[in-house]
């Protein structure tokens, strides 16, 4: 077999180790949220079983009505994809080619290196400041005339920092045409510093702006895989263009616009992740441990002076799974996503033993 050549330059997807282990585990690595699907979202899904022989809507047009009936936005502008992972990889297909330049922050999310490997564009990675936040000056400061695509992470994964919209909108303003933003906001609805709907307005200022969002966390979907993005309708005809057009499930098209009803359910879920989210800073603090501002559903945290493989892996070996910080782009952290107040106790049980 011979096969591309980027293929070499591609990194393999850090997987957290959850799904060899057996016993009961608590899976504090991926953000998810410890809550499945509420009951109407079940009997959704349930109610697509009987007709699976069908092939899914390719245009996946209940689920964009239903995103833009929540958004305001037209459903024109409402692309939706196989988790918003697909259309991530689809909009880098679709903007970036060799000799085009990709920024992004780091650590940041992981996926963010493919987009350039895959497309042999040239990534410019420009590291997070001191607190772990996105430096806007200097990402601004490495746009060029080959920039096509800038990738913001807010509130940032692994980091779990955010940045005010505001601050966000100035960038945005002061940037060139020829430039594409994905804002992406996978836990958007963590973020205490902002009302989700704040950033609806920047798309108001900004037209081709584009906002990342997922049905993986906050609505308890990400084995389903359902994600979208809102920007121009010229962005949602080119990620369309680039993807096979069945990628995204009959199952998860129908539970996604359900999901996206239930917004009383939404606050209830982000409201237990923010008692969760200070009893654990709480906990961690009392343990001599710092960890960054967090505005998402998990604390990346600083081990100081402590092996961090000794750690992790003592955690594991607790049948607790946490993510070292090495695989996310910064050794000697670890990221916990919170999870009940049963789990998060016994994440802590087992840390206080490692210790
Ligand atoms: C920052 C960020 N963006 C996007 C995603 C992808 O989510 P999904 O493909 O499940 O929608 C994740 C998942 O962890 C994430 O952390």
Redesign the pocket.
């Known amino acids: 077999m011979e096969f591309n050549r980027r293929l070499e330059e591609i990194p393999v997807y850090p997987a957290a180790s959850t799904y060899e282990h057996s016993g009961e585990l608590v899976k504090l690595a ?2 998810e949220t410890p809550w499945g699907p509420p009951p109407q979202v079940i009997s959704a899904i349930q109610a697509r079983v009987e007709t699976l022989n069908r092939y899914p809507d390719p245009d996946k047009s209940v689920m964009r009505r239903a995103i833009a009936d929540r958004t305001g936005l037209p459903a024109t502008r409402v692309a939706v ?1 196989n ?4 259309i ?1 990889m689809a909009a880098g297909e679709a903007l970036l080619e060799p000799g085009a330049e990709l920024v992004y922050a780091w650590p ?2 992981s ?1 963010y290196p493919r987009l350039a490997a895959q497309s042999g564009a040239t990534p410019v990675r420009v590291p997070l400041d001191a607190e772990g936040r996105h430096d806007l000056a200097e990402m601004a400061r490495q746009v060029t005339v080959a920039t096509r695509l800038i990738l913001l ?1 807010n509130p ?2 692994p980091t779990a920092t955010a940045l005010p919209v505001h601050a966000i909108d100035a960038f945005l303003a002061d940037l060139p045409r020829h430039v594409t933003v994905i804002l ?1 906001e ?2 958007v609805e963590f973020n205490m510093l902002q009302d989700p709907d704040d950033s609806l307005d920047l798309l108001a200022r900004h037209p081709d702006l584009v906002l ?1 969002r ?4 906050v609505y308890g979907l ?1 084995g389903l ?3 979208y993005a809102l920007g121009s309708e010229k962005f949602r005809l080119a990620v369309d263009r680039v993807r096979q057009p069945f990628s995204v499930s009959t199952v998860a098209q129908a539970a996604a616009a359900e999901a996206i009803r239930y917004q009383d359910e939404v606050e209830r879920r982000v409201e237990m992740v923010a008692i969760e989210r200070l009893h654990l800073e709480l906990e961690l603090g009392e343990r001599g441990l710092e960890s960054t501002e967090s505005q998402a559903n998990f604390a990346w945290v600083s081990l100081g002076d402590r092996e961090e493989a000794d750690v992790v892996g003592g955690l594991a070996e607790r049948n607790v799974i946490v993510r070292g910080g090495t695989a996310l782009g910064q050794e000697g952290m670890m990221r916990v996503t919170y999870g009940t107040r049963r789990e998060n106790d016994r994440f802590l049980a087992a840390l206080d033993e490692v210790l």
């Not at 997922?214 to 966390?217: E, N």
């Open positions: 991926s953000n994809g988790g918003s992972c697909e991530l940041s999310f996926m992470c940032n994964n992406d996978a836990y990342l997922t049905f993986s966390k990400a895989r359902a994600g």
